[in-house]
């Protein structure tokens, strides 16, 4: 009943109820191992980075998040044993992130649930339409991310 009015509705209205919905199923997936869905992305990050120092501001500028949403999501993932921070050999001042052996265990699991959740938003459409939705996407997230490169 209530799905009709999407019909006419915004499409920023339909992004943030795509993105909601996105959010509570990886959420209800990742709950089982201890881990949210925005602490999985932050770790993906890491694990993704992980050949090259990084530090609690590349994350707060990568996914342009406040300092203190950031560190709540570090110290979770720190006391949880997927990361290790320790002190950058050249700024004490400056932490650098290591993942530990925990939070690789957590690679594959987040990758099949990032690739499950790309099959359900996008089930049902071609491989043009998958591409040219990709496209789209990337425009408005140009338009709404100033500095994206």
Avoid: C, W
Avoid at 97 to 108: F, K, M, S, W
């Amino acid at each position: 009943m209530y799905r009709k009015d999407f019909r006419n509705a915004p499409v920023t209205v339909l992004m943030d109820f795509a993105s909601h919905q996105l959010n509570v199923r990886q959420n209800n997936m990742l709950v089982k191992y201890g881990i949210t869905g925005k602490q999985a992305k932050v770790l993906f990050f890491i694990i993704r980075h992980r050949d090259m120092p990084i530090n609690q501001k590349d994350i707060e500028n990568f996914f342009m998040i406040r300092s203190s949403s950031i560190t709540s999501i570090m110290g979770y993932l720190e006391e949880s044993g997927f990361i290790r921070r320790y002190a950058d050999t050249h700024d004490g001042r400056a932490k650098r992130i290591e993942v530990t052996n925990r939070g690789l265990d957590l690679h594959n699991i987040i990758v099949e649930i990032r690739d499950e959740h790309e099959r359900i938003a996008t089930g049902g459409l071609t491989a043009e339409e998958r591409t040219l939705l990709r496209e789209l996407m990337l425009k408005v997230v140009e338009n709404i991310s100033p500095g994206i490169e």
